[in-house]
């Protein structure tokens, strides 16, 4: 169904009678600056949402989240002093 020359006649007199002449500027201009800011905070929010997707921790972080997760990282390393090789 489409909305012919007539119908689009039509709405505009319905909008004059209901709203007056000289309020017809001011609602467009309403009208277009909330689209406007719709649009600045839908793109902002589409953007914040891709850089977080993006954004991958380094390599070091996740071999050491690794060794966290099989235990590696909890054994403290052996140290051997010149007084406990001795003692062997």
Do not use: C
Request: glycine share 8%; no cysteine.
């Amino acid at each position: 169904m489409k909305i012919g020359p007539w119908e689009i006649i039509l709405i505009l007199i319905i909008v004059m009678m209901v709203f007056g002449v000289g309020k017809i500027p001011q609602i467009g201009k309403q009208l277009g600056r909330g689209i406007r800011d719709f649009k600045k905070y839908s793109s902002a929010a589409n953007e914040e949402e891709s850089a977080r997707t993006m954004v991958k921790p380094p390599a070091e972080s996740i071999s050491a989240a690794q060794k966290l997760e099989s235990g590696e990282a909890a054994k403290a390393p052996e140290v051997v002093t010149k007084n406990a090789a001795d003692k062997h």
